[in-house]
Structure formats: C-alpha cells, structure tokens
C-alpha cells in the first residue's frame, strides 16, 4: 500500500514540475514514506531522518517530510524533535502537498493529517517509479473499519472508501496499453470493496476481462466475509490468479475472540477447505502474529497446529507490538515478555519452513507459466518471476526476456524459491490449452 501510495504523490509532485532524483544529496525535497504498523517499521523512520540530518546542515533549503501512518501519529514529535522534520502529511492529505511545500519556503512547519471520508485518489494517475514494469500496485479502496484489537491501521488509515469501478477499470486499460503483464489490487480490506451494486467479485470479475493475457492478484481479504462466489470466479477466469492470501493471525478461538477477529478456528479451516475444493491447486499464504496479550503456551500451540494443518505456501510472522490508541492497548496488557514472543516466532518460523520445503519439493517435475519479472539476485544470467500460484521461480535467461510468459519445468528447489527449466515463450491461452491436451 505504501508504494502505491508513493505513485500517487509522485504524480502529485510531477505535475508541480518536480523531477526524481536518485540520490539523497542530489534532492532538494526528500519524503520518508512511513508505516506505523509495528515498532520497528517506525524505528526504521527514525533512523532514516537521522541519516538526513547531516544533509539538511550542508543544505540549508533542504525540505524533509514525512508522509503516512506515522506522520498522523505523532506529528507534534516529529515537527519539534531536532528538527529533523519540515512537513508532515497524513495519508488523505496528499494532494495538499504542493500547498504544504510553499508553507515551508515560507519559513513555517506544514502539516496536514486529516483523514477524509471520501479521498481515494481516484482520478490521480500514478506514477509508477518503484515497481519493476511488469507488476504494478493498484489501489482499490483506503482504510479499515474493522479494528481489529492489536492494529493502528483503523486510526492512521481512517474510515473505509471504495475507490468507483470505472476508474479502476481504467486504470487497469491502461497498464494493459502501457505492457503490464500482472496487477495486484490492493486494500486493507478488500472484500468490504463496495461501488454501488458492484462488489469485490464484480470487481474481480471485470478486471479480469480488461485483458486475458494480464494476471489480476489482490490483497488482503478478511476471512470474516469471504465471499464463495468469488472463488468460482477465480477458478473460472484464467487470468485470476490461484492464490489467496488469507490472513490466520492466530490458531486459537480465545485470542481470536481478544484480537476481535469475527471467526473461530473451525471456520477459519472450513474457509480454507472451501478455497482448495473450489480452486483445485490454490496457494495460500497467511499473516500469524505471535505472543499478543496473554497469550499462554497451549494458545501459541494451537496457531503452529494451524499452520500446520493448512500448511501455507507462504506466511508473514510477527511477534506482536503494542500500538497506542489499539483496543489490545487500552484494554490488556503487553504481558508476554519479549523472549517468549521471540522464541514462538521461531517456533512457527521454523515449522513454517520445513513446511514450505516440503511443499516446493512436491513442485519438482510439474510445469508452470512463469511471468519474468527481472534478473535474477544471484546471477545476471538468470530470470526470476512467479508462477500464477505466486512461487518464486529462477531460470536461465537464454534468450527470454522481463515480461515474457515462459513455460518452465521445476527441477529444483529451496524453501523459498524454485529452480526451473525454461521450455518456450507461452501466453495465458496457449499455456491453459496445452496443459487440457496433456
Ligand atoms: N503487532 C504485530 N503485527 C501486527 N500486524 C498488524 N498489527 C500488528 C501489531 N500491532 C500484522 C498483522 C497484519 C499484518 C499486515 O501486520 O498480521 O495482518
Ligand atoms: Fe488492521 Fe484488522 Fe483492518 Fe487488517 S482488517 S488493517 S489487521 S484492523
């Protein structure tokens, strides 16, 4: 969310006639775009700014704002500490930028982290300068009403607002025009996804015939209101893709019930044996947070029993941090000492691993449609892209290229990544009719 949140006040910036710059010293306004969503995304930022500080004494006109979650939460902070900090920008308050800067060559500090009802920047075309070409970030719908116990998103992110159908459609016209080849359509909540009759499986549905050879992804769904007819949908258009991040955030029904998440293990699971009988071969990741308030040891076993139940293709682990503001830190207590935190995480990172490995060997043999996606991090000889079941695949260049769909036969693996051969350039269609003749 953050970096399509980037493209917006890029766009925002470009049409002032501002220019990106690559390095640092090189710029006369730097943004920090923020996260507040644990502790240490904001330990990050701190450090970030420092880091600039040195700058802004060589560079007397030098702006430093941040952008974002954090910016909302502790804007008083952030202006007064050293003075670090010219400008403080709130994620609804984007298109206030150009104003706020001219503030700042006024001499004053400028903030603005109002949250909007309505803003979902709609009609701003992003300017993508941090993906790779082929995938891009679109953003369908800003903030959450969930509140969840344990989660700041509620509060730095505001109220939730459904981006209209017709601007997103547009959008994705237009990727298509522009050669992307793969979409993720994001939201904190995307489910919730409402434009008058037109919900997230209608959404889903029409992005997915914008164009048969781009793959549409999208995160995060709530396991709360998942809707079935969405998974038809996905097993019947082949450009939707077979992967579902779903996020679990713990095995057991008491801390389910104290992170105020609406469903309990069994229906979580039931969910899940849902997803694989609709969409025969669907991956699933998930999200898990370990060690939140008075979680005992027979709770954390309940969460590693879960996942490994499931077993997840993929999963992001985090030991809980208390945010100011959250249900979890006004109502409980921050009671499970941090070694117990660290060593569940472990626990469930390395189950999750074996599990992982055990999955990717079971790809050996099989072959997937890969969408290149780059060079490889190892080699400049090889390509890395992801099969529609979202896996990491790594593959001899030859003479394929970023952006092309390839045909790959899996020969290798880590519990992180796939080694594949390549067999030929392929497309949606020709890769699907050739696996019905096999
Ligand atoms: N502490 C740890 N993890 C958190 N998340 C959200 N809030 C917290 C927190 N306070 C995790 C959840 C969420 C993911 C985006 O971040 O698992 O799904
Ligand atoms: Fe946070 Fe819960 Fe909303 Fe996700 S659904 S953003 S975890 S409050």
Known sequence: MNFSDTEIVNSILTEEGMEPVQEAENADVIFLNTCSIRENAETKVWNRLKEFRSLKKEKDDLTVGVLGCMAERIRDKIIDKEGLVDMVVGPDAYRDIPKLLSEVEDGRKAVNVLLSLEETYADIKPVRTTGNGVSAFVTIMRGCDNMCAFCVVPFTRGRERSRPMGSILDELKQLSEQGYKEVTLLGQNVNSYLDGDNDFTKLMYEASQVDPEMRIRFSSPHPKDFPEELLHVIAEQSNLCNYIHIPAQSGNNEVLERMRRPYTREQYLDLIDTMREIIPGVTLSTDIITGFCDETEEEHEDTMSLMAKVKYDLAYMFAYSERGRTLAQRKYEDNVPEEVKKRRLSEIIEQQMNIQEELNKKEIGKKHLVLAEGTSKRSDEQLCGRTDTNKMVVFDREDYNKGDYVEVVI???????????????????????DMVTA
């Open 411 to 433: 020969n290798d693996c880590t519990s992180a990544t796939l080694m594949g051969e390549a067999i030929k350039k392929s497309s949606i269609e020709e890769f699907n009719s």
